[in-house]
C-alpha cells in the first residue's frame, strides 16, 4: 500500500466573492473590484494623495475595491483602512494606497460602502482581501488585466 505525501504552505480559505462574512460586530462583504485604469475614478482629494499622480508598476495595476459593513452588533464595528491589505499565493501583499472613507466607527444598524485602492499583480492569481478578526475575502479574477 502506498501513499503520497504533499508538504506545502497552508492555504487559507476566503469567503467566496459576494459572499458576507461575519466579523466582529457585523458583517463585511465585497461590493464589487474595479480596475481603476479601466474607469477613472478618483476621488475629490485625490490630488492630495499623490496615489494617482503616476501609473502603476509595470506589471501592475490597481484596482479599487468596494468593501460594504454592515454593523449589527450594539458596539458596531471599527473601521481602521490601515487595518486592510490585498495578499495572494506567490503573489505577496499588496499595502493599501487610499481609503475612502477613512478611520471611523459604524454604528448598529449602519451600513457603510468604503472605497479601497490597492496596486495588484496584472496574473491572474487567487487573492483575498484581509481585514480585521482573520477576515478574508476572495476577489476572484476577473479584474485581472494580463494573461
Do not use: C
Not at 475595491?65 to 501583499?93: H, K, M, N, R
Not at 490597492?118 to 487573492?127: C, K
Amino acid at each position: 500500500m502506498g501513499g503520497i505525501l504533499l508538504l506545502g504552505g497552508k492555504e487559507e480559505s476566503s469567503t467566496p466573492l459576494g459572499a458576507a462574512a461575519v466579523i466582529d460586530g457585523g458583517l463585511a462583504r465585497i461590493n464589487g473590484i474595479v480596475p481603476v485604469e479601466e474607469d477613472g475614478w478618483t476621488p475629490q482629494d485625490a490630488g492630495e494623495t499623490g496615489v494617482f499622480d503616476s501609473p502603476a508598476a509595470a506589471g501592475a495595476h490597481r484596482v479599487r475595491v468596494v468593501l460594504e459593513l454592515t454593523a449589527v452588533e450594539p458596539e458596531g464595528i471599527p473601521f481602521d483602512p490601515a487595518d486592510y491589505s490585498i495578499s495572494g499565493l506567490a503573489a505577496g501583499t499588496s499595502e493599501l494606497l487610499l481609503s475612502v472613507p477613512g478611520s471611523q466607527r459604524i454604528r448598529q444598524g449602519n451600513t457603510v460602502n468604503t472605497e479601497l485602492v490597492f496596486e495588484i499583480p496584472d496574473r491572474a492569481v487567487e487573492l483575498a482581501l484581509e481585514g480585521p478578526d482573520d477576515m478574508r475575502l476572495s476577489l476572484g479574477v476577473s479584474h485581472h488585466t494580463g494573461d
